[in-house]
């Protein structure tokens, strides 16, 4: 499978723990975004990066939230202190640079803070 | 990135062409069209997208106005499977999307 891979599927977490999510995208695509979507809502924009390098952080994506692509090609998004409003499904997507290149997305990681 | 707006639900009889539009009045010159639709709990898939041309895959035709200010996606023949929602989005150099609301779209048997 060559599509873009997010790891765990399903996480279920109590309140306050820490939770960390993966994305592996398609080879060589340098961007990649992460979003969140809740029930009944389209997804929102969290943070996106080219390369290794974080261009964008949403004011959705508090203190708490943090993503790194270290090496440019993998990433992680890690939630802190996570409360339940932070239930949702979390999802990434990459592409290449460039106009008019479309984003592939992941099947996303539904995380559940009880 | 220019502000979309779609209706928020439609019905198709299975076998029509699903025509949905999609009002974008304010984009700019180099925003493209996309879109996306979503099956319950799946990441969202891409369909199609275009800048001034119309344009089609083996998914669907997108259609876009000389004046760019609104487009339509068809599907010539819908299926059970393309009820989903479907999103519309103008984006620009960065390729952020911003999802809106989207259209339900159900197709009827």
């Known amino acids: 499978d060559t599509g873009v891979s997010q790891n765990p599927r399903h996480k279920i977490t109590k309140r306050g723990q820490n939770v960390t999510f993966r994305c592996d995208p398609i080879?060589?695509?340098?961007?990649l975004y992460w979003y969140r979507q809740t029930l009944g809502q389209g997804p929102e924009f969290l943070t996106y990066f080219q390369n290794e390098a974080q261009l964008e952080k949403s004011r959705l994506l508090s203190d708490r939230f943090s993503a790194e692509r270290p090496k440019g090609s993998f990433s992680t998004l890690e939630i802190q202190r996570t409360e339940q409003g932070d239930s949702a499904m979390y999802l990434c997507a990459s592409s290449l640079l460039g106009r008019g290149q479309e984003a592939f997305f992941g099947q996303g990681t539904r995380l559940t803070v009880v | 990135d220019a502000k979309t707006t779609q209706p928020t639900s439609m019905d198709c009889a299975e076998g029509r062409a699903a025509n949905l539009p999609c009002n974008h009045s304010?984009?700019?010159?180099?925003?493209?069209v996309y879109w996306y639709r979503q099956i319950h709990s799946q990441g969202p898939q891409y369909i199609i997208h275009g800048l001034k041309n119309n344009e089609t895959n083996e998914m669907a035709s997108l259609i876009i106005t000389e004046d760019r200010k609104s487009s339509t996606l068809i599907l010539p023949h819908a299926t059970l499977r393309d009820t989903a929602v479907y999103y519309c989005?103008?984006?620009?150099?960065?390729?952020?999307?911003?999802f809106g609301q989207g259209t339900t779209l159900q197709v009827k048997p």
């Open positions: 304010t984009i700019s010159g180099n925003e493209y």
């Open positions: 080879s060589e695509h340098n961007r």
């Open positions: 989005i103008a984006i620009s150099n960065t390729g952020k999307l911003i």
